[in-house]
């Protein structure tokens, strides 16, 4: 996770937290999906001034200095639109939810002048969803959607106040209702995305000049009923897939907040990743040798109330807990890069020539002090993301090296720290970064585990080809850092039930593909917290869990630590089952994590074991957090749910 400037996606939505959610946006204001009776449609927005000729699509995406804020029940991006470079214009959307719509209002006003076919506001439409479908105006034009690309651009253009959008079926309408007629242009379109029916909305037609304002207002509503069928899942008691510890979490940045200790307090953590601050620690060089430390000008850093101080307390309590830990680093201190000065977020930075060794004994030194000082010692070390640069560039052979070169010096001065392989900032294909240093012997015998990061997620063989790498060499793997979107943050609305959904969905993968011994979330202190702190009324703040608190929960005080994870399938791609089998007391208990991520439906579990018993059975869905349901008990193995829409539901056995 960059502390800085993440570069991936960010979902916000435009709901307030206490409403039912209808549509869900990213960080530039574009729609990515709108919601409907539990269904999620994945219909796309954006806002634009395409170039002459229809050549490309400049859209709002494009800008880096966008800015949400909320007020009430409305969500608000500014940002730029450029059509080509140094001709931009400003844009303003505000979104709010009501009467079962999505309520966008845009203004644009050009900084210079726009060289374009016109300002527009498009809406992609899924072509799977909608092909052979209809598209209808209330002025009466219409046309079908077609299943060959029609011989003219558009295949339907008109001047329309209401646009309806319905599938073959006729079950699925989307309705955009205008504020005013305008012109409206109907394309079958194939991108490096994907294949959409798109409606471009006219906003202004032509060049705009400097100064020109151009504005829309509209609303978006799904109709339909989702038709449903039972969910068939299963799972086979007899078939361990791979070993499990537990759930646990990050505490790397505002580690002062007290969600810190409410996360420690109210949640079964199994494993915990903490920052290692070595600016702090060696701001400046504390002398010339790295071969002989000046223990003074170093432990001088550990003042009173630092946040240095935090870490070391705040390593002890986990460690005095009984939770293993890893250790990484973000930053080194700005005299050992090449490039002194610049900016902290400044990505694919490099350690200086002749500065290894230094870098070495400055690590060496600070993990001696916490263990001679505060007695405790991480199970594992890395740097954060190196393969990016997150905020030390390592090549694949320099990590290799890196690993060799710590290792030894680490078993030197008796520490027992591990390197922790990779640490990559995704998962998608970024396993082939681990194996230069996979593939030595020299390497190998300092490494202790193997993690990603889970930043944007990756597909079924790319989450595989890490489970792999972690048997292949026979060692722990861990998701170092678990979750959805790196850029969240910037909207503040990390907080939100859809976003939390995405997290269940992200894990759930996760757990039946990647096979991971353990995954961290992003994490368990107020950054991207799990938990918010709110003013009260009476003065002083109070802690209040989110739903993602809620879900967490699910995961990690329901699942037996030290369990395996057992064979399960599902004949929906909605709805996702993963089963864990541990021990509890002399008997065999499991522990069931049901997420259904789209409309309400019946499931039935087939393979429940006999001696497994009633269940405790929990949900969360967007109206209940953490619910205890009455006991459930199989029949013949055999048990059905009625599942609510968008929840997880887990099933433990009961004491």
Not at 186 to 208: M, Q, V
Not at 302 to 317: G, I, K
Not at 515 to 537: C, H, M, N, S
Not at 557 to 586: K, M, R, Y
């Amino acid at each position: 996770m960059r502390k800085f400037l993440p570069i991936f996606s960010l979902i916000v939505l435009c709901a307030a937290l206490a409403a039912a959610e209808k549509a869900v946006f990213d960080s530039h204001g574009r729609m990515t999906s709108i919601l409907d009776d539990g269904r999620e449609l994945g219909v796309r927005t954006n806002l634009g001034a395409p170039l002459a000729g229809w050549i490309k699509l400049p859209g709002i995406e494009r800008s880096d200095r966008t800015e949400v804020t909320r007020s009430g029940d409305a969500t608000t991006w500014t940002g730029e639109i450029e059509a080509v470079e140094g001709q931009t214009a400003r844009f303003r959307q505000t979104v709010t939810e009501r009467d079962g719509r999505t309520h966008i209002a845009i203004k644009v006003e050009a900084d210079a002048g726009l060289d374009a076919e016109g300002v527009y506001f498009w809406i992609d439409l899924p072509r799977d969803s909608f092909i052979g479908g209809k598209a209808e105006t209330g002025e009466g034009a219409g046309a079908d959607m077609p299943q060959r690309k029609p011989p003219l651009r558009d295949f339907l253009r008109c001047e329309a106040k209401l646009l309806r959008l319905t599938d073959a079926s006729g079950s699925l309408r989307l309705e955009a209702e205008l504020d005013r007629p305008r012109p409206v242009l109907l394309r079958d379109r194939w991108t490096s995305e994907g294949r959409f029916y798109t409606a471009f909305i006219e906003l202004h037609r032509g060049a705009l000049a400097r100064g020109g304002k151009a504005a829309l207002e509209l609303s978006l509503s799904l109709q339909g009923r989702a038709e449903t069928r039972p969910a068939i899942l299963r799972m086979d008691p007899a078939r361990s897939r791979y070993a499990f510890h537990g759930f646990g979490g990050n505490y790397c940045f505002e580690i002062e907040s007290p969600v810190t200790q409410y996360t420690l307090n109210n949640l079964r953590v199994a494993w915990a990743r903490t920052e290692m601050t070595l600016s702090e620690w060696e701001p400046v060089n504390d002398n010339e040798s790295p071969d002989e430390v000046n223990w003074e000008a170093l432990e001088r850093q550990d003042a009173p109330d630092s946040n240095l101080r935090r870490e070391f307390l705040l390593a002890r309590q986990i460690q005095a807990m009984g939770i293993p830990y890893a250790i990484a680093i973000w930053h080194i201190p700005e005299w050992m890069y090449e490039d002194p000065g610049k900016n902290p977020g400044t990505l694919r930075r490099r350690l200086a020539q002749g500065r290894w060794d230094e870098l070495r004994e400055s690590v060496g030194s600070y993990l001696l002090y916490a263990k001679r000082r505060y007695g405790v010692e991480p199970d594992l070390f890395s740097f954060n993301e190196p393969n990016l640069g997150v905020y030390v560039l390592f090549s694949p052979e320099e990590h290799r090296d890196a690993i060799r070169s710590f290792g030894a010096y680490f078993q030197k001065l008796g520490l027992k720290t591990k390197w922790l392989l990779a640490d990559t900032t995704d998962p998608r294909g970024t396993h082939a970064y681990g194996l230069p240093a996979a593939n030595d012997p020299e390497a190998l015998r300092h490494v202790g585990a193997v993690s990603f990061h889970s930043w944007g997620g990756g597909s079924t063989e790319q989450y595989k080809a890490w489970g792999d790498l972690a048997e292949w060499l026979d060692l722990p793997f861990l998701v170092g850092e678990f979750g959805v979107d790196a850029f969240a943050w910037r909207g503040e609305m990390y907080d939100s039930f859809h976003y939390g959904l995405r997290e269940v969905r992200m894990l759930q993968e996760l757990l039946l593909h990647a096979r991971p011994q353990a995954a961290l979330l992003w994490e368990f202190t107020a950054d991207y917290g799990i938990v918010q702190t709110r003013p009260k009324p009476t003065g002083g703040e109070e802690l209040v869990p989110t739903h993602r608190f809620w879900f967490v929960k699910h995961f990690a005080d329901l699942t037996p630590n030290n369990s395996n994870a057992l064979e399960t399938n599902s004949n929906e791609s909605d709805v996702l089952l993963t089963a864990f089998a541990g021990e509890q007391q002399g008997r065999r208990v499991y522990t069931l994590h049901v997420a259904n991520m789209g409309p309400a439906r019946e499931a039935v579990i087939h393979g429940l074991p006999a001696d497994a018993g009633p269940f405790r059975m929990v949900w969360t869905s967007e109206a209940d957090q953490f619910r205890e349901l009455e006991q459930v008990r199989a029949s013949d193995g055999v048990l059905r749910l009625a599942l609510p829409a968008r929840c997880l539901v887990t099933l433990a056995s009961a004491p």
